[in-house]
């Protein structure tokens, strides 16, 4: 099993749709959680941290359920620009910090 | 600006002939590390440096070495590049200051093709 597990979609939407992205992680003791975007043949970008209480930023909203090891992301109006690959991230201390990447979301914005 | 910086951006090598990737910061960031991501895949981590203290994953094959001369600067050998060694190579920084949080900021990469 991966340790950290995403649908590898692709996820197709129109403009001005919502879409969500979920994640889960097998291990309990890791402490951080990120959202990473990820356009084609570029290097990975820091999208948004997960809180425990949950996170907003602008269009953006991420959630995180430690009960469940269970990471989300929903997208609110979709624009095109925001086609790219989103990797779910984790940070587990194993003697130093660690991130997991999964395998990424593969989301298309068409008009 | 602070930055990740790699050089070259594309590589092309031939089968077995020794090819070295760079990565300079300019964070100032005591850890570097580098990661390969085939097509279609996870970022896999190589290796990593907390100054000057290296540490191996243990799945990264022997064929991959790195060196760390300076803060600044991070190289990564690949001694005897077989075809399945054809991958983006990302450079990545982070301070352990802002532990737990660890953010990493990446450079743009190195595709490296095999022939």
């Known amino acids: 099993r991966k340790e950290v597990e995403q649908d590898p979609g692709p996820f197709n939407v129109p403009e001005g749709a919502t879409v969500a992205f979920n994640c889960t992680y097998s291990n309990s003791a890791s402490q951080s959680f990120f959202w990473y975007r990820q356009d084609c043949r570029k290097e990975p970008k820091l999208l948004m941290s997960v809180y425990s209480s949950g996170n907003e930023d602008g269009r953006f909203t991420a959630q995180l359920n430690r009960a469940s090891q269970y990471i989300s992301l929903l997208i609110r109006d979709s624009k095109l620009s925001d086609s790219a690959t989103y990797l779910c991230v984790v940070n587990t201390r194993r003697g130093y910090n660690k991130l997991i990447f999964g395998a990424g979301t593969r989301l298309a914005v068409h008009p | 600006d602070a930055m990740v910086i790699q050089n070259p951006r594309y590589q092309v090598t031939q089968f077995g002939k020794p090819v070295t990737l760079s990565c300079s910061q300019t964070?100032?960031?005591?850890?570097m590390y580098w990661y390969q991501q085939k097509s279609s895949q996870a970022p896999k981590l190589l290796f990593h440096y907390y100054d000057k203290d290296f540490n191996n994953e243990a799945d990264t094959p022997d064929n991959f070495q790195s060196r760390r001369p300076n803060t600044s600067f991070c190289f990564l050998d690949i001694r005897s590049p077989g075809l399945g060694d054809a991958a983006m190579y990302l450079c990545?920084?982070?301070?352990?200051?802002?532990?737990?949080?660890?953010?990493?900021?990446f450079g743009p990469g190195t595709r490296l093709t095999v022939l």
């Open positions: 990545a920084t982070s301070s352990p200051r802002e532990y737990p949080r660890n953010e990493q900021f």
């Open positions: 964070l100032n960031h005591n850890v």
